[in-house]
């Protein structure tokens, strides 16, 4: 076979058999898409890809259901209790509640779409290939699946440590945590403290809302009057008690998870293990440290404000060695659709070819009994 080259350059080899991860192979080719809008200087990039049919906003697969739903009902929320605290409270009361009210909303809304614009952490499908830290943005965007040339090798290749391969993100996620259907993304390294912020703003605003709403309830309880911010509230208690109750389980869940430095998809995979240590719980504030940014801007953790990190999160330090078989499969578990589709049908003719990794979907979604995981193997 002669002497391999060494991969600097995924570009260059793109569509050839090259030497990766320790043999050959052949490197899919890129993903077609273009340009359909471009401003702010390259900040803002809508894109289009004919094969699949889907636009991208920067790194968002364009999927405005769930997030137009919870924006709409919380709007909607918003302006009845405005409503209401204009109708029935009085000057000091309603000046406070009034300022309350829409600071809450108002944090939340964005720091709403800084989880649902920002990337979790994307890595193209190629990453095996040169195994860099940075991509230009075109190079992320040549890197998205849209054949399943492109899934094999990905899901084939190893992924970074605490990496996952994610079907439905099309590429490989960093830190993987859940994908949340509520801001039609996943929830990685590098949007998880924007999530946890609309979580923790989320709450603010609903204890607000119902204090509004037990106020108004106050005022008119002698003096009954059906004007529309009263009769709004009242249609929207019951929905907002029950994202009430969701809300609060998952605050409880990632200030646990923040606490011990792990994620939704290392959870349900120690359940499946035998060794139920979590080598990467530094202690709760290196933890959060770690999560959230430099301890030196713990004031804002809590704000929509953009934090640099001192690391790509490509390199985790740990609590203690992992083991051997542990190190070696780190990273290399993602997530699947239903289908259950081998990833390695069409490799059968390669007598050295190693097993096909795991790959997994890891969702949490509310239902009449609360919160759930769903994951599946393949």
Known sequence: MGK????KNAHAYEGRTVMVEGEMQKVPQFSEWRYVCRCCGGKCNLVYFP???????????????????????????FVFSILAIIEFLESAEQIVMLVLTSFFYLIWLISYFCAVCSSPGYLPFYWAVEKKEIFTYEQQMDGVITNKDQYDFAAYNGR???????????????????????????????NYRYFYQKVVWALLYFIDWFIVLILVCIKFKNNWAIKPGNIGMLICALPMLGFFVFIFIIFRRHTRYTCHNTTT??????????????????????????????AKYCLIWLLPIPIKRKWGGFKWEKNRDLPKSDDDDEGNEGDQQDDKE??????????????????????????????????YDV
């Open 265 to 294: 998809l290392q959870q349900f995979k120690l359940k499946k293990n035998s060794d139920k240590h979590n080598y990467y719980d530094l202690g709760c504030w290196r933890n959060w440290v770690q999560v959230f940014g430099p």
């Open 160 to 190: 970074p440590e605490r990496g996952s391969f994610s079907v439905q993100a099309r590429r490989l996620v960093l830190k993987a945590d859940h994908i949340c259907k509520w801001i039609a993304n996943w929830v990685g390294l590098k």
């Open 4 to 7: 391999s080259k060494r991969c």
């Open 51 to 77: 094969v699949i049919k889907r636009y991208f906003c920067n790194q968002w697969e364009c999927n405005i259901t769930y997030p137009l739903f919870v924006v709409f009902f919380l709007t909607i929320a």
């Open 342 to 375: 081998s990833s390695s049908d069409d490799e059968s003719s390669s007598s050295n070819r190693r097993e096909t990794k795991t790959a997994i979907d890891v969702n949490e979604s509310d239902t009449s009994s609360g919160l759930i995981e769903s994951a």
